[in-house]
């Protein structure tokens, strides 16, 4: 996807398919840090994939989860507070699953 305004806005765009088999995982640490970076610097973040239920929204709970210590469970429940179809596919949600054990959350 070309990023449509680039003299407006500012892009990081992840190449994947909406696809259980697709390591979205890899993409984790790089879209943190450019979220993050973002806010930091004031500005604003918008998240989004072509239907914008799977692939964004795990970006978005990957970021939650890193930044809040949140389980997987607890960043897509207020992910779907506002929006709520939203729903990573199943490899996707196993990958989050195991990002929450590499971050160490919920163990005790």
């Given at each position: 996807m070309e990023p ?11 190449e994947l398919?909406?696809?259980?088999d ?5 993409y ?16 604003c973040?918008?998240?989004h994939?072509?239907a914008?239920?799977?692939r964004s ?7 939650l989860?890193?930044?809040y210590?949140?389980?997987f ?22 990958q989050?699953?195991e990002?929450?054990?590499e971050?160490?959350?919920?163990l005790?």
């Amino acid at each position: 996807m070309e990023p449509k305004f680039p003299d407006k806005f500012k892009y990081k765009v992840f190449e994947l398919e909406d696809d259980d088999d697709e390591d979205i995982k890899k993409y984790f640490a790089e879209g943190i840090e450019f979220i993050t970076d973002s806010l930091a610097a004031g500005g604003c973040v918008f998240v989004h994939c072509a239907a914008g239920i799977s692939r964004s929204t795990s970006m978005l709970c990957a970021y939650l989860m890193k930044t809040y210590k949140w389980t997987f469970h607890k960043a897509l429940t207020i992910v779907q507070e506002k929006r709520s179809f939203v729903c990573p596919n199943q490899g996707f949600q196993e990958q989050l699953l195991e990002f929450q054990g590499e971050l160490e959350i919920g163990l005790g």
